[in-house]
Protein backbone atom coordinates (compact mmCIF):
# COMPACT_ATOMS: atom_id res chain seq x y z
CA UNK A 1 0.00 0.00 0.00
CA UNK A 2 3.05 2.63 0.98
CA UNK A 3 4.22 1.84 -2.68
CA UNK A 4 0.96 3.17 -4.53
CA UNK A 5 1.91 6.03 -2.03
CA UNK A 6 5.45 6.57 -2.75
CA UNK A 7 5.98 6.12 -6.18
CA UNK A 8 3.47 8.92 -7.37
CA UNK A 9 5.40 11.32 -4.46
CA UNK A 10 8.70 10.40 -5.71
CA UNK A 11 7.62 10.73 -9.56
CA UNK A 12 5.59 14.74 -8.51
CA UNK A 13 9.28 15.80 -6.87
CA UNK A 14 11.40 14.60 -9.64
CA UNK A 15 8.42 16.71 -12.23
CA UNK A 16 9.21 19.58 -9.55
CA UNK A 17 13.17 19.31 -9.82
CA UNK A 18 12.71 19.26 -13.61
CA UNK A 19 11.03 22.21 -13.86
CA UNK A 20 13.04 23.93 -11.11
CA UNK A 21 16.01 23.40 -13.90
CA UNK A 22 13.90 24.94 -16.76
CA UNK A 23 13.38 28.17 -14.93
CA UNK A 24 16.98 28.40 -13.63
CA UNK A 25 17.77 27.86 -17.32
CA UNK A 26 15.43 30.32 -18.60
CA UNK A 27 16.73 32.90 -15.69
CA UNK A 28 20.98 32.47 -16.94
CA UNK A 29 20.00 33.02 -20.88
CA UNK A 30 18.03 36.41 -19.30
Request: no cysteine; proline share 3%.
Amino acid sequence: ISSDIVIPVEIERFQNIEAGKKQLLNYQTD
